[in-house]
């Protein structure tokens, strides 16, 4: 076998030009990478900017002042550093920590359905009646357990077990700054108190309301506290905005996460 060997003359720049194309193609790939790490760093940067400027408080002015709400003009700073203005509502009779207490009581009966308790009252700022939760303010030196099975009672005459306290929220934090815990309660519908029940509003001082179970028709002098079915609530409520009643938000909210929950169940049996 005979092997031929070639040799090719290679120009020198012809050697140099191939040197300066692969410096010129590192330099380029390490240009890349110097240029990403720094726009990475720029992104790090604003969106650390942007978690440290936050809205701020600045002052809060006083308005006008009636006997139990207060207008007041609240001055605040934008993320963007921007001084800004804002009209509030506020409490005269305000306490330390939250305002009020919201029940959401469930009243249960030996071979009865169970039934949420909902009171029904005419409310001026609206022009017309509401369907919400039992409620009212927390009295200095209470609790908001406490003040919620006070309001039950008053408000219902019913007895409850306290069953779950939420931690503080809001209510309509665009208006104002009233804030409230959100108590459940259970109540023993077959204990002598409890079939009987007779409230003690303060203002009048006796029982006013009737109490309606599985009819939606009676109407008292100032209250009516109505016991409505779970298992048909959603139904409930929507007759009640037919017939011009303002179903609370936070009312209708349960009633469509008591929807969705018979919905999930049924679909997982």
Not at 4 to 11: I, R, T
Not at 88 to 113: E, N, P
Not at 212 to 240: A, G, Q, R, Y
């Amino acid at each position: 076998m005979i092997v031929y060997q070639q040799h090719v003359s290679v120009s020198v720049p012809h050697i140099i030009k191939q040197i300066r194309v692969k410096l010129l193609n590192r330099h380029l790939k390490s240009s890349t990478k110097v240029r990403n790490i720094s726009v990475s760093a720029v992104a790090r940067k604003k969106m650390t900017d942007n978690e440290i400027r936050k809205s701020s408080f600045v002052k809060e002015e006083e308005i006008s002042r009636g006997k139990w709400l207060s207008l007041n003009q609240i001055t605040y700073t934008d993320p963007t550093g921007k001084e800004r203005t804002w009209e509030a509502v506020s409490r005269t009779t305000t306490q330390t920590g939250s305002d009020a207490v919201c029940v959401i009581a469930i009243l249960k009966r030996m071979l009865k359905y169970d039934c949420l308790v909902l009171v029904k009252q005419y409310r001026p700022p609206l022009k017309g009646y509401t369907l919400e939760f039992p409620a009212g303010l927390i009295d200095p030196c209470e609790t908001a357990a406490t003040c919620g099975l006070r309001e039950l009672k008053e408000e219902t005459g019913y007895i409850g077990t306290l069953k779950h306290e939420s931690p503080v929220t809001c209510l309509d934090p665009g208006i104002g700054g009233t804030t409230c815990h959100l108590i459940t309660a259970e109540i023993d519908g077959d204990i002598d108190s409890n079939i009987h029940p007779k409230n003690k509003l303060e203002e009048s001082g006796e029982s006013i309301t009737r109490i309606l179970l599985h009819c939606f028709n009676s109407v008292s002098e100032f209250i009516e506290v109505l016991c409505i079915p779970t298992d048909e609530l959603l139904n409930k409520l929507n007759d009640f905005t037919k017939q011009g009643v303002v179903v609370n938000t936070m009312v209708y909210s349960y009633a469509i996460a008591m929807e969705q929950s018979k919905k999930t169940k049924n679909k997982s049996l």
